[in-house]
């Protein structure tokens, strides 16, 4: 099997998303009227993204998932994506697996596969994603507001708890949260739904790829505002909230969850909870935008909780 045959074979599928999908010099799309395009992209590298051990399906679910994560952070609707492929050997069965999680993924949430590039060499991958939201309307990282509410979805800390047990810096998770742990790690829910749920309801979002207070930190330092967060208030499952404090640095800043952190005027509290009910996943109220600068984690009594690290950093 040659380059053609592999792209072919694996990474063609039929699409009636695009205007011209896979297989000539440039895909091409037509946004819809009355729509802004968003485009990012997101990189995958092994040992340093992903465990040299992780199955080919997982992998692919997870390639398309944090690239879609950054969508539903915007408010956007996915529409289209390219995936360079840097691989070290043509391995059909590992092909097969990959292609199985990525587009189980994006089938269920109706986007294309509309072209990419692929080449021989260390095991990268690279998704370029392509969505629309309404004209002026994304919910963009700049956008907070003083005394906004700040709300973040799901349960956190479960994925940093997995990396952590697996590299020997936490103890052995007990079965029924390492399985929860790993889930969250290998096959992380984006969450579309409620980004675009958001839309005209919250302020400001970004997703929590690197860990909520340093996630949380770009919309302050962007919105020129501080941000207070309630260290009880920081949602997890109740395996976790038996030892809190021992989980406490995976849940504030802990990378990999692929939850939104968002913020919102005071007065639409209820707005946001009916946004995660009809979405599907548990929202939290964590904390208030403040008028100072930086990102302050608040014990109960008020007093401030200094963690040794606040988030990822690929250069720290
Ligand atoms: P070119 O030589 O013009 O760069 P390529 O040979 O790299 O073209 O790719 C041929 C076609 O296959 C192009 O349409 C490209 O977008 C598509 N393609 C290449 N790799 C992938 C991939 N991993 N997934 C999806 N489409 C791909
Ligand atoms: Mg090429």
Redesign the pocket.
Known sequence: MN??EL?QRY??RPSSQAVLG????A?IVRPSPGHDLHISTDMLVEGRHFFTDVAAKALGYKTLAVNLSDMAAMGAVPRWV????SLPRLDEAWLAGFADGFFELADSCKVA?I????TCGPLTLSVTILGETPTGKALRRDAAQLGDDIWVSGDLGLAAMAVRSRLGQLPALPTSLQQAAWRKLEYPSPRLALGQALLGVAHAAADVSDGLLADLRHIASASALGAEVWCAALPSLPEVEAERGRWLPCLAAGGDDYELVFTAPVHVRQAIEQCGLRAGCRVSRIGQMVADSGVRLLADDGTEIHLESSGYDHFA
Not at 82 to 85: D, G, R
């Open positions: 380059e053609f792209i990474f063609t896979v297989g000539d010099d895909a390219l995936l360079a492929a596969l072209g990419g590039d692929t």
